[in-house]
């Protein structure tokens, strides 16, 4: 996924690479975060630094497999945070999420990361349901 951004004029304005994360405590029990595991591959191809402790999930949320498309924005429209703005101030920023349902999760922490000024969130997805 990397080597096609990296090939592709619309990617390059992008500065920085952030996975969507996982609250701590799931994290901790399944052991990795998928998103982040994607994350690492495409900045390591792409050339990009990967920002990984400024975006945080501040309270687990229940499992979305089962909600409507309006149920699972209101179960993560609150939950996302930025620990520090300023690194992500004016920066073209690669939001990294491995898999699209609704796009709930990715709407939620695109709107917190707008609300710094001057950002651009651009979005990658490893798959997509339909």
């Known amino acids: 996924l990397g080597s096609e951004l990296n090939g592709s004029e619309l990617w390059q304005p992008v500065d920085m690479i952030i996975p969507v994360p996982m609250h701590a405590r799931k994290q901790h029990k399944r052991g990795f975060n998928q998103s982040e595991v994607i994350a690492h591959g495409i900045a390591e191809t792409f050339g990009r630094p990967l920002e990984l402790s400024n975006l945080v999930k501040t309270e687990k949320t229940e499992t979305q497999t089962r909600k409507t498309?309006?149920?699972?924005?209101?179960?993560?429209?609150?939950?996302?945070?930025?620990?520090?703005?300023?690194?992500?101030?004016?920066?073209?920023?690669?939001?990294?999420?491995?898999?699209?349902?609704?796009?709930?999760?990715?709407e939620a922490c695109t709107q917190k990361i707008k609300e710094i000024p001057g950002t651009r969130v651009w979005l990658v997805s490893l798959a997509m349901t339909v």
Not at 92 to 103: A, E, F, H, Q
Request: glycine content about 2%.
């Open 69 to 106: 498309r309006f149920r699972r924005w209101e179960n993560v429209e609150t939950v996302f945070s930025i620990v520090k703005p300023e690194r992500l101030r004016s920066k073209n920023i690669l939001l990294v999420d491995d898999v699209i349902t609704t796009g709930s999760t990715l």
